[in-house]
């Protein structure tokens, strides 16, 4: 029996998670990219770390983020060449959370991480469903849809 994976430490979730091609259909075939591999891309990538201090803020071994990194540009090559989308979803990670500054605030919360992933917002009009935004309560996120202010779905 293998051992049990280690959450990785991601500091940020996509507001948007699925991209798809102009002109294609839903059906089509996609890639899936998991919330640790969009975050050793932008990391690296879009944040431009070097690989040892990204593998640092994820907490795992700089082989680790290597791997995670490769399997993330290979699956963005192949949706870019192939006319696939990709999906950001699922994936062992830990979302790292902000800690309020303040007098009495941030007591309590351990290593200021929570287990991800974190849930959902839903729309209690039209019920659309988005990923709630570490730090933020769900009522100050609007509706992509309708504006409706969002509530936490259980």
Known sequence: MPRPRR????????????????G????????????????TIRLKDFLGMDQEEA???????????????LSARKKI????????????????YMIRQRRAMGPGRGRGLGGGFAMGPEGECICPKCE???????????YQQKC??????MTRAR
């Open 128 to 138: 659309t469903r988005m990923p709630h935004q570490t730090g933020q309560p769900c």
């Open 77 to 92: 090559a192949d949706a870019i060449v192939n006319g696939k989308s990709i999906k950001i979803e699922g994936g062992s």
């Open 24 to 39: 294609a259909l839903v059906a089509n075939l996609e890639s899936v990219l998991t919330v640790d591999e969009f975050e």
């Open 55 to 69: 593998a640092r803020k994820m907490s795992i071994s700089q082989p680790t983020f290597h791997r995670l990194l």
């Open 144 to 149: 992509p849809k309708c504006g409706t202010p």
């Open 7 to 22: 959450f990785r430490r991601v500091g940020y979730l996509p507001g948007i998670n699925y991209f798809k091609p102009a």
